[in-house]
């Protein structure tokens, strides 16, 4: 027996299921309008991930060139700067921000000298 168009979606879809990338009930068995959109979703909301993801090591590969450990972090910067740039990477794979006052900020400010500090600092907030 040959493996069709509808094997084919169907065993895309069980998959998906099985990963939780979808849900069965977003589309209908005989929908396969539903079905696109639900996969094409869940395809875009895995590229967004795959996006934050690279940005992350990127950020942690720069960090790592500039201070060799993260030990070094702490003797170089302080035990909060470290704290700091955990969350900072956090932060990063959300697509969210950290929030600092100037005083904090100032002690992670050497992120800004990493080849691409302005784009990582982009993910700190000041605060009063």
């Known amino acids: 027996m040959a493996y069709s168009c ?5 065993d895309v879809l069980n998959d998906m299921v099985i990963r939780n990338w979808i849900k069965s009930e977003q589309y209908g068995p ?3 309008q539903t079905q ?19 940005d992350a090591k990127q950020f942690n ?3 790592l060139d500039a201070v060799e450990t993260l030990t070094g972090i702490a ?3 302080g035990a909060l700067a470290l704290a700091n ?10 697509g969210g921000v950290i929030e600092l006052t100037r ?4 002690a992670l400010s050497f992120v800004r000298g990493l080849p691409s500090g302005g784009r990582w600092w982009r993910s700190v ?4």
């Open 6 to 10: 509808t094997d084919f979606v169907d």
């Open 30 to 32: 005989d929908d396969p």
């Open 36 to 54: 696109c959109e639900a996969v094409v979703a869940a395809i875009a909301d895995a590229d967004a991930s795959l996006r934050l993801a690279a």
């Open 61 to 63: 590969a720069e960090l």
């Open 75 to 77: 003797e170089q910067h």
């Open 85 to 94: 740039v955990v969350y900072l990477q956090a932060a990063l794979l959300k």
């Open 103 to 106: 005083d904090k900020a100032e």
């Open 125 to 128: 907030k000041l605060i009063e």
